[in-house]
Antibody, heavy 121, light 108 residues
Framework: QVQLQESGPGLVKPSETLSLTCTVS????????WSWIRQSPGRGLEWMAY???????YYNPSLESRLTISIDPSRTQFSLKLTSVTAADTAIYYC???????????????WGQGTTVTVSS | DIQMTQSPSSLSASVGDRVTITCRAS??????LNWYQQKPGKAPKLLIY???TLQSGVPSRFSGSGSGTDFTLTISSLQPEDFATYYC??????????FGPGTTVDIK
Protein backbone atom coordinates (compact mmCIF):
# COMPACT_ATOMS: atom_id res chain seq x y z
CA GLN A 1 0.00 0.00 0.00
CA VAL A 2 0.99 3.61 -0.35
CA GLN A 3 3.35 4.90 2.35
CA LEU A 4 4.82 8.32 2.98
CA GLN A 5 8.08 9.01 4.77
CA GLU A 6 9.38 12.40 5.80
CA SER A 7 13.09 13.13 5.97
CA GLY A 8 15.14 16.13 6.93
CA PRO A 9 17.02 17.72 9.82
CA GLY A 10 15.47 17.63 13.25
CA LEU A 11 17.15 20.83 14.36
CA VAL A 12 17.26 24.12 12.48
CA LYS A 13 18.77 27.42 13.63
CA PRO A 14 16.64 30.55 13.80
CA SER A 15 16.60 32.57 10.56
CA GLU A 16 17.73 29.57 8.53
CA THR A 17 15.75 27.50 6.02
CA LEU A 18 13.91 24.34 6.94
CA SER A 19 13.96 21.72 4.17
CA LEU A 20 11.97 18.50 4.28
CA THR A 21 11.37 15.78 1.74
CA CYS A 22 8.56 13.24 1.56
CA THR A 23 9.14 9.98 -0.27
CA VAL A 24 6.07 8.23 -1.63
CA SER A 25 6.33 4.46 -1.95
CA UNK A 26 3.89 1.85 -3.18
CA UNK A 27 1.92 4.10 -5.47
CA UNK A 28 1.81 6.83 -8.05
CA UNK A 29 1.82 10.56 -7.57
CA UNK A 30 -1.16 10.99 -9.85
CA UNK A 31 -3.95 11.89 -9.68
CA UNK A 32 -3.49 13.07 -6.13
CA UNK A 33 -2.71 16.14 -4.08
CA TRP A 34 0.44 16.18 -1.94
CA SER A 35 0.49 18.28 1.16
CA TRP A 36 2.39 19.39 4.23
CA ILE A 37 0.62 19.78 7.56
CA ARG A 38 2.28 20.63 10.85
CA GLN A 39 1.22 20.23 14.44
CA SER A 40 2.32 22.07 17.53
CA PRO A 41 0.82 22.51 21.00
CA GLY A 42 0.18 26.18 20.36
CA ARG A 43 -1.26 26.01 16.85
CA GLY A 44 -2.79 22.55 16.70
CA LEU A 45 -2.99 21.06 13.22
CA GLU A 46 -2.08 23.65 10.59
CA TRP A 47 -2.32 23.04 6.86
CA MET A 48 0.72 24.57 5.18
CA ALA A 49 0.48 23.89 1.46
CA TYR A 50 -0.38 21.32 -1.15
CA UNK A 51 0.30 20.72 -4.77
CA UNK A 52 -1.50 18.76 -7.40
CA UNK A 53 0.48 16.01 -9.10
CA UNK A 54 0.62 18.14 -12.24
CA UNK A 55 2.47 20.85 -10.29
CA UNK A 56 -0.18 23.44 -9.36
CA UNK A 57 0.61 24.76 -5.90
CA TYR A 58 -1.57 26.18 -3.14
CA TYR A 59 -0.23 27.85 0.00
CA ASN A 60 -1.62 28.87 3.35
CA PRO A 61 -1.66 32.68 3.08
CA SER A 62 -0.05 32.99 6.51
CA LEU A 63 3.02 31.08 5.31
CA GLU A 64 3.08 31.83 1.59
CA SER A 65 5.85 34.42 1.74
CA ARG A 66 8.25 31.92 3.35
CA LEU A 67 7.15 28.64 1.86
CA THR A 68 7.91 26.70 -1.29
CA ILE A 69 6.74 23.21 -2.15
CA SER A 70 7.81 21.22 -5.16
CA ILE A 71 7.47 17.77 -6.64
CA ASP A 72 9.95 15.40 -8.26
CA PRO A 73 7.96 12.76 -10.14
CA SER A 74 11.11 10.91 -11.19
CA ARG A 75 11.83 10.17 -7.55
CA THR A 76 8.19 10.09 -6.35
CA GLN A 77 9.11 12.75 -3.85
CA PHE A 78 7.83 16.14 -2.89
CA SER A 79 9.53 18.75 -0.77
CA LEU A 80 9.03 21.73 1.48
CA LYS A 81 11.28 24.73 2.09
CA LEU A 82 10.40 27.20 4.83
CA THR A 83 12.66 30.22 5.11
CA SER A 84 13.49 32.51 8.01
CA VAL A 85 12.33 30.07 10.65
CA THR A 86 11.70 31.05 14.25
CA ALA A 87 10.86 29.13 17.39
CA ALA A 88 7.21 29.37 16.35
CA ASP A 89 8.00 26.95 13.50
CA THR A 90 8.93 24.21 15.97
CA ALA A 91 6.43 21.43 15.27
CA ILE A 92 5.83 17.93 14.01
CA TYR A 93 5.69 18.09 10.23
CA TYR A 94 3.55 15.60 8.35
CA CYS A 95 3.45 14.91 4.66
CA UNK A 96 0.08 13.72 3.46
CA UNK A 97 -1.80 12.59 0.38
CA UNK A 98 -4.93 14.47 -0.55
CA UNK A 99 -7.85 13.06 -2.51
CA UNK A 100 -10.52 14.85 -4.45
CA UNK A 101 -11.46 16.08 -7.87
CA UNK A 102 -9.32 17.93 -10.37
CA UNK A 103 -10.25 21.32 -8.90
CA UNK A 104 -10.99 20.53 -5.28
CA UNK A 105 -9.12 18.70 -2.58
CA UNK A 106 -11.47 16.81 -0.28
CA UNK A 107 -9.50 15.07 2.46
CA UNK A 108 -6.12 13.78 3.54
CA UNK A 109 -6.29 10.02 3.39
CA UNK A 110 -2.69 8.95 3.92
CA TRP A 111 -0.19 10.51 6.32
CA GLY A 112 3.48 10.04 6.96
CA GLN A 113 4.57 9.22 10.48
CA GLY A 114 5.70 12.81 11.01
CA THR A 115 9.07 14.33 11.74
CA THR A 116 9.82 16.60 14.66
CA VAL A 117 11.59 19.82 13.81
CA THR A 118 12.97 22.07 16.51
CA VAL A 119 14.10 25.60 15.79
CA SER A 120 16.81 26.55 18.22
CA SER A 121 20.30 27.96 18.25
CA ASP B 1 -10.89 32.22 7.27
CA ILE B 2 -13.34 29.52 8.22
CA GLN B 3 -12.94 28.84 11.92
CA MET B 4 -13.71 25.40 13.27
CA THR B 5 -14.73 24.78 16.87
CA GLN B 6 -15.30 21.50 18.65
CA SER B 7 -17.15 20.53 21.79
CA PRO B 8 -16.45 19.26 24.24
CA SER B 9 -12.69 19.76 24.31
CA SER B 10 -12.41 16.53 26.26
CA LEU B 11 -14.66 13.85 27.63
CA SER B 12 -14.39 10.77 29.78
CA ALA B 13 -16.31 7.68 28.78
CA SER B 14 -16.46 3.97 29.41
CA VAL B 15 -16.15 1.06 27.03
CA GLY B 16 -19.53 0.49 25.46
CA ASP B 17 -20.69 4.09 25.81
CA ARG B 18 -22.21 6.04 22.96
CA VAL B 19 -20.07 9.11 22.35
CA THR B 20 -20.95 12.20 20.36
CA ILE B 21 -18.55 14.98 19.39
CA THR B 22 -19.71 18.22 17.81
CA CYS B 23 -17.93 20.39 15.28
CA ARG B 24 -19.13 23.82 14.21
CA ALA B 25 -17.95 25.96 11.30
CA SER B 26 -17.96 29.75 11.37
CA UNK B 27 -19.84 29.76 8.06
CA UNK B 28 -21.64 27.22 5.95
CA UNK B 29 -19.33 24.58 4.51
CA UNK B 30 -22.00 22.40 2.93
CA UNK B 31 -20.79 18.83 3.54
CA UNK B 32 -17.08 19.53 3.13
CA LEU B 33 -16.23 18.20 6.57
CA ASN B 34 -13.80 15.45 7.52
CA TRP B 35 -13.05 13.69 10.79
CA TYR B 36 -9.66 12.33 11.87
CA GLN B 37 -8.54 10.22 14.81
CA GLN B 38 -5.13 10.69 16.36
CA LYS B 39 -3.51 8.48 18.95
CA PRO B 40 -0.52 9.61 21.01
CA GLY B 41 2.69 9.63 19.00
CA LYS B 42 0.89 8.79 15.77
CA ALA B 43 -0.27 10.68 12.74
CA PRO B 44 -3.95 11.52 12.31
CA LYS B 45 -6.05 8.93 10.51
CA LEU B 46 -8.97 9.78 8.23
CA LEU B 47 -12.23 8.36 9.59
CA ILE B 48 -15.00 10.14 7.72
CA TYR B 49 -15.07 12.44 4.72
CA UNK B 50 -17.83 14.43 3.13
CA UNK B 51 -19.46 14.70 6.57
CA UNK B 52 -20.87 11.17 6.52
CA THR B 53 -18.88 8.80 4.29
CA LEU B 54 -16.87 6.22 6.17
CA GLN B 55 -13.30 5.82 4.98
CA SER B 56 -12.45 2.32 3.84
CA GLY B 57 -11.46 0.07 6.73
CA VAL B 58 -13.00 2.22 9.45
CA PRO B 59 -15.36 0.32 11.77
CA SER B 60 -19.06 0.93 11.30
CA ARG B 61 -19.46 2.06 14.91
CA PHE B 62 -18.18 5.41 13.66
CA SER B 63 -20.66 7.65 11.91
CA GLY B 64 -20.86 11.28 10.89
CA SER B 65 -23.73 13.61 10.18
CA GLY B 66 -24.54 17.23 9.54
CA SER B 67 -24.29 19.88 6.89
CA GLY B 68 -23.98 23.64 6.74
CA THR B 69 -22.34 24.70 9.99
CA ASP B 70 -23.08 21.90 12.47
CA PHE B 71 -21.65 18.41 12.38
CA THR B 72 -21.39 15.42 14.69
CA LEU B 73 -19.16 12.40 14.99
CA THR B 74 -20.75 9.49 16.83
CA ILE B 75 -19.12 6.36 18.17
CA SER B 76 -22.00 3.98 18.82
CA SER B 77 -20.21 1.70 21.28
CA LEU B 78 -16.82 2.91 22.45
CA GLN B 79 -14.03 0.36 22.22
CA PRO B 80 -10.67 0.40 24.03
CA GLU B 81 -8.85 1.32 20.82
CA ASP B 82 -11.07 4.39 20.34
CA PHE B 83 -9.51 6.39 23.15
CA ALA B 84 -7.83 9.14 21.16
CA THR B 85 -8.15 12.74 20.03
CA TYR B 86 -10.60 13.54 17.25
CA TYR B 87 -10.29 16.46 14.86
CA CYS B 88 -12.67 17.91 12.33
CA UNK B 89 -11.38 19.63 9.19
CA UNK B 90 -13.14 21.67 6.53
CA UNK B 91 -12.32 21.40 2.85
CA UNK B 92 -14.97 23.89 1.65
CA UNK B 93 -12.30 26.52 1.29
CA UNK B 94 -9.52 24.68 -0.54
CA UNK B 95 -7.26 27.71 -0.44
CA UNK B 96 -7.30 27.75 3.35
CA UNK B 97 -7.96 24.36 4.86
CA UNK B 98 -8.55 24.46 8.59
CA PHE B 99 -8.82 22.00 11.44
CA GLY B 100 -10.73 22.10 14.68
CA PRO B 101 -8.85 22.17 18.00
CA GLY B 102 -9.62 18.56 18.79
CA THR B 103 -11.65 16.54 21.30
CA THR B 104 -9.84 14.10 23.54
CA VAL B 105 -11.72 10.96 24.55
CA ASP B 106 -10.25 9.28 27.58
CA ILE B 107 -11.17 6.49 29.92
CA LYS B 108 -13.58 7.23 32.75
Amino acid sequence: QVQLQESGPGLVKPSETLSLTCTVSGGSLNPFYWSWIRQSPGRGLEWMAYLYYSGSTYYNPSLESRLTISIDPSRTQFSLKLTSVTAADTAIYYCTRGVGGRYHIDAFDIWGQGTTVTVSS
Amino acid sequence: DIQMTQSPSSLSASVGDRVTITCRASQSISSYLNWYQQKPGKAPKLLIYGASTLQSGVPSRFSGSGSGTDFTLTISSLQPEDFATYYCQQSYSPLLLTFGPGTTVDIK
